[in-house]
């Protein structure tokens, strides 16, 4: 795996902004939709940067501290969602049909037995995790395989012709997981980073903290690095996803980061590379209360905040139209001397 991420060429972005501020409009006056595309353009290195072909890759996986009563659904429900993805029954299959998205499925560590099916891809590296309340959630081979296996997902979608990529998940019991790596990148408490997930009620939510902060005293002399911390208190989807990022980076792609799940796993690649941090955008704010200080991490202001929580990638299929949108916006429109309109004066 390349790890060798090249920053954004700035005179790319500075060609960009000459050539927004050529187009039939005040300067600015199309606000972020302006930032988003001339950094589409420095990405690609061109004034034209392809972004119609986007693909969602959903990694999918269980953890072991559902043990610990963290969550509002049974770990079982994983699998079951996997299959709603491949058949087509999930919240993002609905967005990313209306916004003309490819989906990839990838089995990264469902503890439950999965038929063999089309649209499913196997980069199973085990069956869930172990209890991070106990012991580290994987080995540290088995998080370099997660990472490695991410990234190939994200070399085989650019194989594949993609050129806007997005990641999403689904795994009872990963916003437990998000939260601790969230309070391990920080330094902050379990309490602060941690919310409700999918709704979780008072006894819940208390042991979800509880977990936490357990998985915290325990692990605490050891999360020295961003791989320690991800071996110890990750999930194999958001290992999955780190490595996906990692690859985006390192092919040079746009990406977008999904919700809170995502977002952990974005900011534990760009503390391992942080120039990986370039080539995302994150799609929008959770309702989690970790997500803004991730959000911090990665360096980017979310694109919507629609009060949205259900993961899966349903923030990036909205927020990869906006930045198709803001593309056609840069590329479409005249510029003032080929529509023969006067410019501001100077």
Not at 128 to 135: D, I, K, S, V
Not at 161 to 190: D, F, K, P
Not at 199 to 205: A, E, L, P, S
Not at 318 to 343: C, E
Request: proline share 5%; net charge negative.
């Amino acid at each position: 795996m390349n790890l060798r991420i090249l920053p954004v060429d700035p005179h790319w972005l500075a060609a960009a902004e000459r050539h927004q501020n050529d187009l039939t409009k005040p300067p600015g006056s199309l606000g972020r939709l302006e930032t988003i595309a001339n950094r589409c353009a420095a990405i690609f290195g061109s004034l034209t940067p392809p972004v119609d072909a986007a693909r969602i890759v959903i990694f999918a996986a269980d953890h072991g501290v559902a043990e610990e009563g963290v969550s509002a659904y049974p770990r079982e429900v994983t699998a079951q969602m996997v299959l709603n993805f491949v058949n087509g029954g999930a919240g993002i299959n609905a967005l990313a049909q209306a916004g003309g998205i490819d989906l990839v499925i990838v089995d990264a560590g469902v503890a439950t037995a999965l038929p063999d099916v089309p649209g499913l891809i196997r980069r199973h590296i085990g069956d869930g995790t172990r209890n991070f309340t106990r012991e580290p959630a994987m080995t540290e081979a088995e998080a370099n395989e997660a990472l490695e296996a991410g990234f190939a997902e994200a070399e085989a979608a650019v194989a594949d012709g993609y050129n806007l990529l997005g990641c999403g998940e689904m795994g009872i019991a990963n916003t437990t997981s998000a939260a601790a790596i969230a309070a391990a990148l920080t330094g902050r408490s379990a309490t602060a980073m941690t919310g409700r997930g999918t709704g979780v009620g008072d006894d819940c939510f208390a042991r979800k903290i509880s977990a936490i902060e357990r998985a915290l005293a325990l692990h605490g002399p050891h999360l020295a690095t961003p791989l320690d911390i991800l071996q110890r208190l990750g999930g194999f989807e958001i290992a999955e996803m780190c490595g996906f990022f990692l690859g985006t980076g390192a092919l040079r792609r746009p990406v977008v980061v999904d919700g809170f799940i995502a977002t952990a796993a974005a900011a534990l690649a760009v503390r391992m590379a942080p120039h990986a941090r370039e080539y995302m955008f994150a799609a929008h704010r959770s309702a989690e209360p970790g997500h803004t200080t991730l959000l911090e991490i990665i360096g980017d202001a979310p694109l919507l905040d629609l009060g949205m929580r259900l993961g899966e990638g349903t923030g990036a299929a909205l927020a990869m139209k906006l930045i198709q949108t803001a593309v056609a916006a840069f590329t479409g429109m005249a510029t003032f001397s080929s529509a023969g309109v006067s410019n501001k004066n100077s």
